[in-house]
């Protein structure tokens, strides 16, 4: 198994610019998560997704979009692309049902700048 | 507001002693915490998970341990290994699936 893997893993954006990030995982997982990491600071939730067809937001959701057609994948969508949404987006993912004692398995995220 | 504290912000050793992370939290309600390894460039790998009814929880030389009452919980590292230079992240969830609360981290560095 891959896990959860995200493209791309390197992105410089203008301003004003928007794009993709990509996230499939190939474990069967009803949870996926998208997570934003600011230098020294813990991951905050962007948005999560519970099953194909039903997302909801996070923590920090301006800014962003998201779908979930599939089990597989979760990808994340930046509109208007800002200077404050310089940072790295991890995905994630945990299931195949929620329980307690379960992890989240990351990707190794995408190193977004915004100039 | 839920918050989670980690301290040190960061930690430097020798390889071989040991060291102890600290965690402090404010959710509520509390379902379980979990500490996470982040290697540099890397996304974060789980080491341990505890529901409330635990108290300690062992990875091989990661032991964690975990006081409900007073909200906190410690991650010991034994003998550490240049290897276990990274970032240790504690996260503490509610019963809501989707909202977890990560910590700022603590920045292991291990020397030989």
């Known amino acids: 198994n891959a896990g959860v893997t995200q493209t791309p893993k390197f992105r410089i954006l203008k301003i004003g610019q928007s794009m993709t990030l990509q996230c499939t995982q190939d474990?069967?997982?009803?949870?996926m998560y998208w997570y934003r990491q600011d230098p020294g600071m813990g991951l905050k939730l962007i948005y999560y997704?519970?099953?194909?067809?039903?997302?909801d937001k996070g923590e920090v959701p301006n800014g962003y979009n998201v779908s979930r057609s599939t089990t597989e994948d979760f990808p994340l969508r930046l509109e208007l692309a800002a200077p404050s949404q310089t940072s790295v987006y991890f995905c994630?993912?945990?299931?195949?049902?929620?329980?307690?004692?379960?992890?989240?398995?990351f990707g190794d995220g995408t190193r977004l700048s915004i100039l | 507001k839920n918050q989670v504290e980690q301290s040190p912000q960061s930690l430097i050793i020798l390889e071989g002693k040991n060291c102890t992370l600290q965690?402090?939290?404010?959710?509520?309600?509390?379902?379980?915490l979990r500490w996470y390894k982040q290697d540099t460039g890397r996304g974060p790998v789980s080491l341990t998970i505890?529901?409330?009814?635990?108290n300690t929880k062992s990875n091989g030389r990661y032991t964690a341990t975990l006081d409900a009452d007073t909200k906190q919980s410690s991650l010991h590292i034994t003998a550490s290994q240049l290897s276990d230079s990274a970032s240790y992240i504690c996260?503490?969830?509610?019963?809501?699936?989707?909202?977890?609360?990560f910590g700022d981290g603590t920045t292991l560095t291990v020397k030989p």
């Open positions: 994630a993912s945990s299931g195949p049902f929620f329980r307690e004692d379960q992890p989240q398995h």
């Open positions: 474990m069967n997982h009803n949870y």
């Open positions: 997704s519970v099953g194909a067809g039903i997302t």
């Open positions: 965690c402090n939290y404010t959710v509520s309600p509390f379902s379980n």
């Open positions: 505890m529901t409330f009814s635990e």
């Open positions: 996260v503490v969830s509610p019963t809501n699936a989707g909202k977890s609360t």
